[in-house]
């Protein structure tokens, strides 16, 4: 699990790189910072945390464009499957 947790970071990361717009890029961040802290803390997202985490990469990625665009589809994605594995409250 922690591996997926990883692979959304990194595609995070890869759209900020990408994003032409400095408000997206810095809204990207927020989201690639809560996944870092996943990945080297040694606590992970419940299912309505992921759940928001979701919701708000989707609405970044209906903002963004080209790759940009992929690398948050990617995400998401993984982001998703992560989340299928989690059990709900």
């Given amino acids: 699990?922690?591996?997926e947790l990883t692979q959304v970071?990194?595609?995070?990361?890869?759209?900020?790189?990408?994003?032409?717009?400095?408000?997206?890029r810095e809204d990207i961040r927020e989201y690639v910072d809560a996944f870092e802290d996943y990945t080297v803390g040694?606590?992970?997202p419940d299912h309505a945390l992921?759940?928001?985490?979701?919701?708000g990469v989707r609405q970044l990625s209906e903002r963004a464009e080209g790759d940009t665009e992929e690398h948050?589809?990617?995400a998401l994605e993984t982001?998703?499957?992560?989340?299928?594995?989690?059990?709900?409250?």
């Fill in 42 to 44: 040694d606590h992970e």
């Fill in 9 to 24: 970071r990194d595609d995070l990361e890869k759209a900020a790189k990408t994003a032409d717009d400095d408000g997206l």
């Fill in 79 to 89: 982001a998703e499957e992560y989340r299928e594995g989690l059990e709900q409250a």
């Fill in 72 to 74: 948050l589809e990617s």
């Fill in 50 to 55: 992921m759940d928001e985490h979701l919701n």
């Fill in 1 to 3: 699990m922690a591996q």
